[in-house]
């Protein structure tokens, strides 16, 4: 086990599938990849199950930081596709 309270997820949102466990937000990328997703489509987050509702998801990853396309951040900056990855995890992981 990587870490004891969480969890990296990676989130393909035009498949709505994940890749869930690992030390790096990257290896699950890179097996979303493998598996045939597009680079564009694929997200980083850190899941706490069990910490309250509100607080599980965290939408932060060093592969979520892609200035082409406006984030020029950790954090997903967009919205919707914040959301997205949010309803995703929460169908697939909880």
């Known amino acids: 086990m990587w870490f004891e309270d969480m969890v990296k997820v990676v989130v393909d949102v035009e498949r709505e599938m994940a890749a869930i466990g690992g030390e790096l937000h990257a290896d699950a990328e890179a ?7 597009k680079s564009k489509n694929i997200w980083g987050a850190n899941l706490y199950p069990w910490h309250p509702p509100q607080d599980r998801i965290e939408f932060t990853a060093l592969i979520n ?18 959301a997205k990855v949010g309803q995703i995890i929460e169908k697939i992981c909880l």
């Open 31 to 37: 097996l979303l990849i493998e598996d045939g997703s």
């Open 65 to 82: 930081i892609r200035p082409s396309h406006n984030n020029p951040s950790m954090e997903i900056l967009d919205e919707a596709i914040k």
